[in-house]
């Protein structure tokens, strides 16, 4: 039997492909959204993931240090590393800020790490990593910079000595680590304007500058222009520990917050890009019901286009069935060309998208069983019509 | 003489109810033998498309008697089950416009209806190119619609009518577009086929230039038929 879907398809070839082009974009747009969801959720954990911790400690009462802010005094961690099952520990600081890379501003988050702790960047692709207990930098190839230039984080220069990949954090800003002491200034100290404005403001309290009780103005201001905080201390568990465990016992026992790696994870996708995932949600049904109506509307009109053909055919005996798998078959195929243009459209802008577009195979079969189901469902309104046309239509002109 | 190939027995139709009702036919009888071509002429709104409506088994008559061969199809209700089998296997159909299906090649045109009868996709189209030897079309069998001409496109239209091979062709105003020539070479084609195929071929027409081609007329007014005689003019 003819295959009258494949002849039709075939006669008008260049429009069918054509619609199908244009469909495709369509489906490489609702991909897209997908992946930068995806992309997103993915950045997050490769924060995570990128700073080799298996148990988060910070600030009581408080989901930080990236859903609220966390201050914890920089000695927390000798207690911590006192709990059984725990191995390493290490403090860490986090610092979003803007660095300046030659004409350009450059989003950066900035983590103050301590050498051979956790925090560390887990691989480098190129140099070598932070040697030096001051002014030395690891960026994410992100940032732009190479090996051996240099970046200045507020009033400091440091030089890159090291690149690594895939550090980034929830908002897809590209990571910088540098040493926890240069961080902790960089994150807490004033400037010096500020610092004399504050030593002339302290000097002029009668209540601080007392007479008599020397020694209380200088101690009193170098404790406040000196940092001893941290956001967080990173913990990793020792071989066989659990980290759920010891972010239970850090918490009984020690009055500070703890969580695991898993829990940080649901922190940062459920909470800090909860609404981000929404709105592409959103963005995504939109999208289907948009592509729903424009296939149902193709195959609408390239039905209506055959009304007398369609007349004729059942005329001479073609059963409603041969007409319907005709229509069917149209509608299939170009969900499935419009599919394959659409994923490779994808494929191909992806990496021009300033946030990480993550296209996963899961969501591909997904969007290629919504797709197909899509142009089912809007084949049925050219079916309806098909179906509806009277054989005698086609006698009397 | 032999069996008719059909017969209407005061056959009616009926469009609506009570007052409203209009009664496109009112009592036709006809009867048309293997082998004949039949002229159904008249004005515009006598009913000669309703009347092959009713032939083609599309519409449904409201009261009479339709006899096909010699098994009635149609009494007080249609007595076959599946009329799209019937038009496919026992109907054949010429429209005023060929309507060819313009996907298919001239091939494929004619070959679908044994294809949709059943018949394996080869001999479907040892059939088809057959038949389209018979009407001088042979040559453009593997064209596609849009390349053939207009009297190519009626020729194709006609073999696909007589693909499977049915007692009776309705033939709907086949010259309309056609010019004097062209007009009178469909008609003698036809007549061609009616006798070596045996079949009953009933035209449709108020051409003035075929009209008198007709051996046997039935000129059909307000719903009525009156057989009458034609000149039976040779067909050069």
Known sequence: ?397 | MAEPAIVLQGLVKRYGEGATAVEALKGVDMAVYPGEVVGLVGPSGSGKTTLLKCLGAVIEPTAGRMVLGSETIYEDGWKVRDLRALRRDRIGFIFQAPYLIPFLDATDNVALLPMLAGQADGAARTRALEILGALDVVHRAAARIPELSGGEQQRVSIARALANKPPIVLADEPTAPLDSERALTVVRILNQLATEYRTAIIVVTHDEKIIPTFKRIYRIRDGRTVEEAGEGRPLH
């Not at chain 1, 490489?28 to 990128?50: E, I, K, P």
């Not at chain 1, 732009?144 to 090291?162: A, C, D, L, M, S």
């Not at chain 1, 592509?291 to 001479?316: D, H, N, R, W």
């Open chain 1, 1 to 397: 039997m003819i295959n009258l879907a494949a002849r039709d398809v075939a006669h008008g070839f260049g429009r069918y492909l054509a619609t199908a082009v244009g469909l495709g974009l369509l489906i490489g747009v609702t991909l897209t959204m997908a992946g930068v969801y995806r992309g997103m959720s993915d950045d997050a954990r490769a924060f995570l993931r990128a700073t080799g911790t298996d148990v988060w400690v910070v600030q009581q009462h408080t989901l930080g240090p990236f859903a609220e802010a966390s201050t914890l005094h920089d000695d927390t961690w000798r207690a911590i590393r006192a709990l059984p099952g725990v191995s390493e520990v290490g403090n860490a600081t986090f610092l979003t800020t803007q660095v300046r890379h030659g004409e350009r501003w450059v989003r950066v988050m900035v983590l103050g790490f301590e050498p051979g702790r956790p925090g560390e960047p887990g691989y480098l692709v190129e140099g070598r990593p932070v040697a030096r207990s001051h002014y030395e930098a690891v960026a994410d190839v992100l940032t732009g910079f190479q090996v051996g230039e240099r970046v200045r984080i507020r009033r400091n220069e440091y030089t890159v000595v090291g690149l690594t990949r895939r550090m980034v954090n929830q908002a897809g800003d590209p990571m910088m680590f540098i040493p926890l002491r240069d961080a902790q200034e960089a994150q807490f100290l004033k400037d010096n304007e500020a610092i004399v404005n504050e030593r002339n403001r302290l000097a002029a309290n009668p209540r601080i500058n007392r007479p008599g009780v020397p020694g209380l103005l200088d101690t009193i201001s170098e404790a406040l222009t000196s940092n001893n905080n941290v956001n967080a201390v990173l913990v990793r568990v020792a071989p066989g520990a659990e980290p759920v465990e010891v972010a239970a016992n850090i918490k009984r026992w020690k009055h500070l917050q703890a969580f695991s790696t898993a829990e940080m994870e649901d922190i940062l996708v459920g909470t800090v890009i909860e609404r981000a995932a929404k709105q592409i949600g959103l963005f995504l049904l939109i999208l289907a019901f948009v592509s729903i109506a424009i296939v149902a509307f193709i195959i609408y009109t390239m039905t209506l286009g055959k009304l007398k053909e369609i007349a004729v055919l059942k005329l001479i005996g073609t059963r409603d069935r041969t007409i319907a798998a005709m229509i069917l078959q149209e509608a299939l195929g170009l969900g499935l060309i419009g599919f394959l243009i659409g994923r490779i459209a994808a494929t191909l802008w992806g990496p021009v998208f300033p946030r990480y577009v993550l296209l996963l195979v899961e969501d591909t079969a997904r969007g290629f069983v919504i797709t197909m189901l899509a142009c089912v469902l809007a084949s049925m309104v050219g079916i309806r019509m098909a179906l509806r046309v009277d054989p005698a239509e086609a006698i009397g002109g």
